[in-house]
């Protein structure tokens, strides 16, 4: 917002000179933010999955599978949280904690980009301690061949 004000208003330079560390904080989120992870898009691609490979533990479900016309450079994941887990905020929680632990997971487990994931979301989830799913979900993948 304050580079959009400051293009139209001319005063690209002085930005420079006044805001310095705003530019760098701006440089390193985006560095931060890019993720190889992928969503599944399409309908036909969900039910392609389910009909696949699955593994399950206390947390999550998880199946997997090749597909065709997938990006071999990304990791196709999707996380589902049903509505009998809560109300919206609740389930976006479940969703912001898998996302987090698949950023970790793809930087520390050897993840296959083989295979697409479709993730399901457990009540367990809830209650449970982040560390505690991490270390579940960390075991579950590394398994996954």
């Known amino acids: 917002m304050v580079e959009s004000f400051l293009k139209e208003e001319g005063l690209v330079r002085e930005k420079i000179l006044q805001f310095p560390r705003l530019l760098k904080r701006k440089e390193n989120k985006i560095l931060t933010m890019k993720s190889k992870i992928l969503a599944l898009s399409k309908n036909e691609e969900f039910k392609d999955l389910l009909k696949k490979k699955k593994k399950s533990n206390k947390y999550v ?85």
């Open 61 to 145: 479900t998880i199946f997997f599978g090749q597909l065709d016309k997938k990006n071999q450079k990304k990791l196709n994941i999707s996380f589902v949280t049903k509505k009998k887990l809560g109300n919206a905020v609740k389930r976006n929680k479940i969703k912001r904690r898998l996302r987090n632990i698949m950023n970790d997971a793809f930087k520390k487990v050897s993840i296959s980009l083989n295979y697409s994931y479709l993730v399901i979301a457990k009540p367990t989830m809830l209650n449970s301690e982040f560390k505690d799913i991490k270390e579940t979900l960390f075991q579950e993948f590394s398994k996954i061949k």
